[in-house]
C-alpha cells in the first residue's frame, strides 16, 4: 500500500544522520527528522501570526522540504560542489520528491509539488522565510555545541551563512544570538 | 531573549529518547523530536484535502502536541500509572506546555494554547484525528524494528492500541498494515 | 517468577540516560546503573572504617536509592517542580519503590523499605552521608566531562550544589578538587 | 589527591563496554559499570536474610570484584586463554586491584584486597555465591538481549555455563527462566 | 600543508555511515572506513600468492577504491538512481578522488588514478577481483547481522547480488556460506 | 571453513573501540578498524615512490599489524604495563596473530608471519616506517578532537610520543602539524 511505503522511506529521515555535523567532525549528529522538526517548530514560532505570510502554507512548506533526503540523504557541501552547484541539487531533490510523491493521490502529489516549487525557487514571501529559518536553524544548533565545548571560532561559517538574512524578526533573534555567544 | 529560551528548551527533544522503547529494551531508540517529525509529516498527508478536518489547525497540533516534553521528558507507562493516570499526566504536560509557552509573546501563547488544550480534551475533529495518528505512528515504527529482528510478539500491545483507531483513512492502513505484519 | 521480574525491571536501568545531562546537551550521557555503580563504590570507599556509619545499612542503601527510576526513569528538574517540588518527588519515588519491593517476600520487602524510609528522610548519618556523596558523584562526573572539553562555566551549578556538603571526609576531597579544576 | 585519583581510574569504567558482548556481535552494549551494578542489586537481593551469608562481604565484594578492569579492561576469552588461563587472568586482575588500592590508606586496602583474595580464591560461602551471581546476572542479561531479538541458539553457551550453578535460590531462578526461555 | 589536508579529508570516511545499512534499518551501522578495512583485508588473504594478480596494484586499489566518499559520502541506492544510474556515480566519484588526489604531488597523483581508473572501467584482473570482493564483504557483513538477529530475508538482495561473483576463491566461500546461513 | 571463520574473527575490529581514548574520557570512539584504515591509507600515501621502502611489504604490514587484537581486544596501556610491559605484549600480540594465520594455509600463514615478525622486531626500513606512521595517525586523530573541543593539554603526551619520529617525510609532517595545532 502507497501510504505504507511512503511512511517506510521518509522513516529512513530518523536514522540518517546530518552529515554536515559529522564532516565537521561531532559524532552521533542530530538526524534530519531533529532538524526538520526543529525547523518547523521555529517556523510556527516566527510565522504565527504574521499577515504577509500564509501559515498553512508555511507549515507545509516546512514539513516536506527535506524529505527528499530520504532517497538521497543529506548531500555534503563537497557533493553539491562536485554535482555541478546548487542548480544540479535542487534538481536532483526536486527529482526525489516527485518520485516519493508519486506514492500518494494526484490531488496531494500536485499540492504538495506545488508548495515544494515555490519552495526551491524563493519565489514566494513563505519560501524566503523558511529559507531564512532553516539557515537560522543551523545556527542555533551549532551554537547548542558550542555551549557544550565545540569550538567558537568552528560557528564562523554558520555567522556568515546567517549574514543573508533580513527578515526582521529572525534578524531580530540573530542579533540578539550574536551579543551573546559570538 | 525569549525566542532563543525557547529554541533551547525545545531543542532538548532532540536528545531525549522515547522511554517507551528503552523500557522495551531497544538501545539507542529515536529521539521525541525524530518521533514528532514523523507524526507531523503522517498527520500532513492523511489530513491535506480533507472536508472535516481544518489543517492549518491540525499541523499546529501536532507540532505542539509533544512540546511539555521539553520539560518533563518522555514519561514511562509506569511513570504516568504511579502519577495516578492519564488524567494527572495530562495535568503536569498541561503545566509544561503553560510554563513553555509563557517565552511566547500573549497573542502566539493564547492561540497555541487554545489547540493544545482541544488536543488534551480530545473534542475537536482535529485532536481527534491527531491521537489516532500519534498511535499509528506508534505501530509503524514498532513495525520498522519488526523488520530489523525485534521479535513479533513484542508487537501485540501495539496492535491491540491501534484497535481504538476509527477514522476511516486510517483504519484503512492499518487494515493493509496487519495483512501484512501481524 | 517475581525475582525475574524484578531482574528484569531493574536492567532498564543499564538503558535508561540521566536525563540531567541529556538536558544540558550532552549526548549519550552514562546511564542510572553506571551513575548508580559509581556512588555505590564512593560510598563503600568513604564509609569504611568509620565508627559512626553501620557500613552495611549505607551499602544497602546507596544500591536502593535510585531503584524506584526503574518504573519512573530519571525525572528532570523540571518536572520535578512541576510536580510541586522535592517533597511529590519523594513521594512517587516512594511510590516506585514500594511497587518494585512487591515483587520480593516481606521479609526483605520491609527491611528494605526501612531503610529506603530512612534515605529519604535524611535522618540517619548514613542518610546524610549518602546524600552528600550522590551529589559528589555528580560533581566528580560533571569534572570528569569538563577534563574532555565540556566548557567550565556550566559546572558552576555543581560547585553550588556541592556547597551543601559538610561530613569531613567528602569535604576534604571537595577542598582539593576545586584547587584543581574549578 | 588519591581519593580523586581512585574515582578518575574506576570512572572509565562507565565507558569500558563488555567485550564478551562486542565480540558476540552486540554493538553498543552495556558498560562494566552497568553490569557491575546490575551483579551488586542481584547479589543483595539473594544474599539478603540468609544465615550462612555474611551480607556486609558480599556487597563489598560484589562492589569490589570487576575493579581491576579500570585498569586492564575487559578482557575477551580468547585474550584470557592467550595469556594462559584461568590462573594468569586472575594474577593480573590481582595486580590491577592491588595497584589501584595503593591509592587507599593501609586499613582500607588491607581490609578490601583480604575480601577480593576470598573471592578469586573462591573458598567462603560469600565467594561462591558472588561466582555465582555473576554467572546468573550475565545469562539473565543475555535472555534480555533475546527478548528482543538476538537468536536463541545463540544463548547455549550461557546456559550451559549456568549448568555450574549449585546454590540453592539462584538454581530455584535458573530452573524458572529455563522453562520460560530457553 | 596538503598532506595534513588530504589525512583531514579522508578521516571523515572514521565517521560516515555506511548508508546502505541505515536504510535498511540497522542503526549505528559500520562506518566507510571500517568496510573499507575489511576489503582490504579480504583481499589481501585472497590475492596473496595468486600468479594472475598484482598484489601491489591489488592492494592500493582496495585502499583507495571508496576514498571518493570522503567528499561524496557514501551514496543512498536510490541516490545513485536518481544521478542517472551508475556511469553518473562512477562520474562523480572520479571527480571527487580526482579532487582529492590533487592534495598530492604530481608523481602519485598519477599513479593512484591510474590504478582507480582501472577499477573504475573494470578491466584488469585485479579490479575485477576487487569489485567481486567488495561485493562478498557486504553480503559476510550482512550475515554477521543475521547471526544477531537481522531477519534471513533481508539478505536475499545480498545474496543475488552475489550471483555475479565468478573468482573461483570467492566462488568457493560464497558456496560454503550458503549451505551454512542461506 | 576457514577463510569465513578469519573473516569473522576479524569482524570484531569493526566493533572493538580504541580503549586508548575511552581511557582518556572520549565516549564512542574510533574502531579498531578504523584506526586501521586510516594507518594503511597513511602508510600507502608515505611510502609510495620511495626507493628505501618496499611497498608491497609496507602494505601488507600495516593491514595486519594490528590483527592480533581480534582476539586481545585493544590492551590499555595499564593493561600492557601489568602484563610486564611492551615485550610480553609483543609476546602475546604474536600469539594472537599465530592463532588467527592457522585459519590460512601454510604458504600465506608464512608469508604473513614472517612480515609480521619483521614489524614487531622492528628491523626492517618498512618496519621503522610503518611504526612511526602509527604513532603519527594517533597524534593526527588526536588532533581531530581537539578541533572538536578537546583540550590542548590532553594532547601532550601524543606530541612527546610522536618526538620520536625520525623519518624525513613523516617529520615534515608534524613540524607542520606543531606550528598549526600545538
Do not use: C
Not at 527528522?33 to 510556527?44: C, D, K, P, R
Not at 562536485?82 to 506514492?103: C, V
Not at 536553524?137 to 543573508?164: D, I, R, T
Request: net charge negative; glycine share 4%; charged share 30%.
Amino acid at each position: 500500500m502507497d501510504l505504507i511505503k511512503f511512511y517506510e522511506v521518509t522513516n529512513v529521515l530518523k536514522r540518517l544522520p546530518r552529515t554536515g555535523w559529522l564532516v565537521k567532525g561531532i559524532k552521533n549528529p542530530e538526524s534530519i527528522a531533529a532538524h526538520s522538526f526543529s525547523t518547523i517548530l521555529l517556523a510556527l514560532i516566527v510565522g504565527i501570526e504574521r499577515k504577509d505570510i500564509n501559515l498553512q502554507k508555511l507549515l507545509i512548506m516546512a514539513i516536506i522540504h527535506d524529505l527528499g533526503e530520504s532517497y538521497i540523504g543529506d548531500l555534503t557541501p563537497a557533493s553539491i560542489e562536485l554535482l555541478g552547484g546548487n542548480e544540479s541539487k535542487k534538481k536532483l531533490e526536486k527529482e526525489a520528491i516527485t518520485k516519493l510523491f508519486d506514492l500518494l493521490d494526484e490531488h496531494k502529489q500536485k499540492k504538495l509539488l506545488d508548495i515544494y516549487e515555490q519552495y526551491i525557487n524563493n519565489e514566494t514571501e513563505e519560501a524566503k522565510l523558511l529559507h531564512q529559518t532553516d539557515k537560522l536553524e543551523m545556527l542555533l544548533q551549532a551554537v547548542e555545541y558550542q555551549k557544550v565545548g565545540y569550538p567558537k571560532e568552528n560557528l564562523n561559517e554558520f555567522w556568515n551563512a546567517a549574514e543573508s538574512i533580513t527578515d526582521n524578526t529572525l534578524v531580530e533573534i540573530l542579533t540578539y544570538l550574536k551579543t551573546r555567544y559570538r
